[in-house]
């Protein structure tokens, strides 16, 4: 059976980690499916790191749902979750269009970034699973910092994720934040916590896949890097290349040839 929220709820109550990726296209949602993977995520980090984009700001709805319905049909088992873009849940009435959008094409729960404990209640109310997200949130600061350093600073991210599960929010990531804080926090929620540069001790785990796959060049602290995939794409790459340009690709297995009489005709009429 598919996972569902309370697939997901019950890990953490059996003290089991929660695995998560993020995923843009059909057939890394079918090898993240096949893996095993608890939540596959279609984040706004789509913009930076599949379309090119500058920042995260730049996506539109249009663009989530058009890598949201290319994942959904790779994923069978996982718990699918998108990411609501920046500036389409201005208030609960917007929200609400733009959360039905993307679960009419086939998500599980939607994620929205900051204390937005008004838009989570109208969400909840009206049947959608909201994921919430504190920490660094890159639709509001500008440059990656660790969130939530000072006793005030932190009280306030465990404060507002405490908010978030009040509003009737059903998991919650948290990003960039020290290790102490993500372990308070996680304890202290009933609902389950999702880390990225979080620490260990988070409910769960959550990278984006370039960077967890080796594909994407730069190195970040939080992230670790599982196969280097980039380096085997770009030897395929001149490796075609090459055989191509030298004419040792394509070979006598990878050509048809038509029947004897059919290529007679065809250099008879030819000539
Ligand atoms: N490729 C990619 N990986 C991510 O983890 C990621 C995205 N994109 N886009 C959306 C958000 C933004 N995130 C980010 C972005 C930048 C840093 C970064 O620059 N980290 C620095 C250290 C920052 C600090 O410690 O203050 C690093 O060197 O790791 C971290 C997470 C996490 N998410
Ligand atoms: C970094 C994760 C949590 C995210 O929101 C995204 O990938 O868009
Ligand atoms: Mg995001």
């Not at 009040?166 to 389950?192: F, N, R, T, Y």
């Not at 960077?211 to 085997?232: F, Q, S, T």
Request: hydrophobic letters at 40%; aromatic letters at 6%.
């Amino acid at each position: 059976m598919a996972k569902n929220m309370n697939y997901l709820h019950r890990k953490k109550l059996n003290a089991q980690k929660i695995t998560m990726l993020t995923c843009y296209d059909y057939p890394t949602a079918v090898l993240q499916d096949k893996a095993g993977l608890d939540v596959i995520f279609v984040g706004d980090s789509l913009g930076t790191n599949e379309l090119g984009y500058e920042r995260e700001i730049s996506v539109t709805l249009d663009e989530i749902i058009h890598h949201l319905k290319a994942v959904r049909r790779g994923v069978k088992e996982a718990y699918l979750l998108a990411d609501m873009p920046y500036k389409t849940y201005e208030n609960p009435d917007m929200a609400l269009v733009t959360a039905k959008k993307l679960t009419l094409h086939g998500a599980d729960g939607v994620k929205l970034e900051g204390l937005q404990a008004e838009i989570v209640s109208h969400l909840h109310n009206n049947g959608i699973e909201v994921w919430g997200h504190l920490g660094f949130t890159p639709q509001h600061h500008d440059k990656a910092a660790v969130q939530g350093k000072t006793f005030d600073s932190a009280k306030i991210v465990a404060e507002s994720a405490i908010s978030l599960q009040d509003a009737g929010a059903s998991m919650v990531v948290l990003e960039l934040i020290p290790e102490e804080l993500g372990k308070v926090i996680s304890e202290k929620l009933m609902i389950p916590t999702i880390g990225i540069g979080a620490g260990r001790f988070t409910d769960g785990q959550v990278l984006v896949v370039q960077d967890m796959l080796g594909i994407n060049p730069r190195e970040m602290r939080h992230a670790k890097n599982y196969g280097n995939v980039g380096e085997m794409m770009l030897k395929s790459f001149q490796a075609y290349a090459n055989e191509v340009e030298s004419g040792a690709f394509p070979q006598l297995t990878n050509v048809r040839h038509m029947k004897d009489e059919e290529r007679e005709a065809l250099l008879n009429w030819y000539s």
